[in-house]
């Protein structure tokens, strides 16, 4: 089960950098939710293998760093970013790499903690500046609808690549969802929407998501 594991994320945490690989292999069997994907609770290794990968990319800049976790519909369509616990480590890794400190373990805890919540950042495009006040989100997996707990849409849009030809704004909105009757091996789509029924949708494969 994914919520499954063996002992508290503070003790995996703090033991992370001093487990051999023998023992970090044993270690991620009690982990019963695949290797590839979308996981709340990452093993040791998956860890590790996250400040790694922050640090071999440190030069990328955020969508690029990001495209593993992006759905992408285009120029003037919108792209949506899904923030799992690898991501967030990942590119807290890529951050303090760049400014020259070492990750500590608070901070890698600090990056786990997401709680049971699946958390997006979403870039859509408008014709009015406010038009993202009008937005709101669901997820959609098979029969099941969720609406999100948080939602952060901003009052005044900024204006895109396009400006002043259509679509002329853009905004970048956060909406974060509960997990707890989602299928994290599952594919799932955001959808983002307004009052008059305009939508745009954005798929994500969990099962192929760190």
């Not at 609406?147 to 679509?167: G, L, Q, R, V």
Request: hydrophobic letters at 40%; aromatic letters at 14%.
């Amino acid at each position: 089960m994914l919520f499954r594991r063996c002992e508290s994320k503070r003790d995996m945490v703090k033991k992370i950098l001093l487990i051999p690989n023998s023992i970090l292999f044993v270690f991620g069997l009690c982990f019963l939710t695949p290797a590839q994907a979308t996981s709340l609770n990452l093993p040791p290794d998956q860890v590790k293998e996250a400040i790694q990968y922050g640090k071999q990319n440190k030069n990328l800049d955020f969508i690029s760093f990001s495209k593993d976790w992006t759905v992408s519909l285009g120029k003037g369509k919108g792209f949506a970013t899904l923030f799992t616990p690898y991501h967030n480590v990942a590119y807290k890794a890529k951050k303090f790499e760049i400014e020259h400190r070492d990750l500590s373990n608070r901070e890698i805890f600090q990056a786990l903690e997401i709680g049971n919540e699946l958390v997006f950042t979403v870039t859509v495009y408008g014709d009015v500046f406010n038009f993202a006040v009008f937005q709101t989100a669901k997820l959609c997996q098979k029969d099941l609808e969720i609406k999100p707990i948080y939602a952060f849409k901003p009052d005044i849009a900024d204006a895109s690549e396009f400006w002043p030809n259509t679509p002329s704004h853009m905004a970048r909105m956060v909406f974060k969802f509960p997990v707890y009757d989602i299928d994290l091996n599952t594919p799932i789509t955001l959808v983002v929407f307004d009052p008059e029924g305009d939508e745009v949708s954005f798929p994500f494969d969990l099962a192929k998501i760190k």
